[in-house]
C-alpha cells in the first residue's frame, strides 16, 4: 500500500525559523498559526450603549458589544463595522479607536473602536437573541460575555485614549492535597 501525505504533517523548525512548525515534507509548505484578530466597537445612541445577548457559544446568552473575527480583505474598521451590522443590525460611524487588548492566552487580539449610531434602528442578527440600548446603570455588569467587554465599556466611559491592554493569564486551579 503506498503512504499518501495530504498537506503539513511533520513537526519541525523550518531552516531560519526558531519555533516548531508544521511543514510538508514532500513540498515544503509550512504552516503558520497565529493569533485571530477580532474586530468589534463600542456603539452609543444619545447617551446610550448597544449590546447583543449573544446566541452563539462562548457565553450563549451574555451580553457583549458586537465583535467577531476579522475576514480576509478588510481593514479592522470595515471589519468592526460589519461585525455591528451582521450582530445588531445597526448602522455606525467608527469614530476613533478605543483599545487593543491581546488576550495571548487564547490567541486572540482583540481591536474594538468607538462608533457612533447613525440611527436609533436596530434588530438582532443571527448570532444575537437580543440586542437593546441600555442606560450606562442599566448594563446588566453581571451578564457580561467576557472581560474585555467590562474593560472596553470602562474605557469608553472613562474617555480614555486609545492603549494596548494585556490580559493575564487565568491562574490554574488549586491542586489538592489527593491530586
Not at 523550518?14 to 498559526?33: A, F, K, M, Q, S
Not at 460589519?82 to 443590525?89: D, H, K, L, T
Request: with cysteine.
Amino acid at each position: 500500500m503506498t503512504e499518501k501525505r495530504l498537506g503539513p504533517s511533520i513537526e519541525i523548525v523550518p531552516e531560519g525559523d526558531n519555533r516548531t512548525r508544521l511543514v510538508c515534507p514532500d513540498c515544503g509548505y509550512i504552516e503558520y498559526h497565529n493569533p485571530k484578530i477580532v474586530v468589534g466597537a463600542v456603539c452609543w445612541w444619545q447617551s446610550s450603549i448597544l449590546l447583543c445577548k449573544r446566541a452563539i457559544a462562548p457565553a450563549c446568552g451574555l451580553w457583549t458589544y458586537p465583535a467577531g473575527f476579522m475576514e480576509l480583505g478588510e481593514s479592522t474598521a470595515e471589519g468592526a463595522v460589519r461585525e455591528v451590522w451582521e450582530e445588531a443590525q445597526a448602522e455606525v460611524t467608527v469614530e476613533s479607536l478605543l483599545g487593543i487588548y491581546e488576550i495571548p492566552h487564547i490567541n486572540q487580539v482583540n481591536i474594538i473602536y468607538r462608533a457612533s449610531m447613525r440611527a436609533p434602528e436596530f434588530a438582532p442578527g443571527i448570532e444575537s437573541e437580543a440586542v437593546a440600548l441600555f442606560a450606562w446603570d442599566d448594563i446588566p455588569w453581571d451578564q457580561l460575555a467576557f472581560p474585555s467587554v467590562r474593560w472596553s465599556l470602562d474605557c469608553f466611559r472613562n474617555g480614555d485614549p486609545p492603549a494596548v491592554f494585556a490580559a493575564r493569564k487565568p491562574a490554574a486551579p488549586a491542586r489538592s492535597a489527593a491530586g
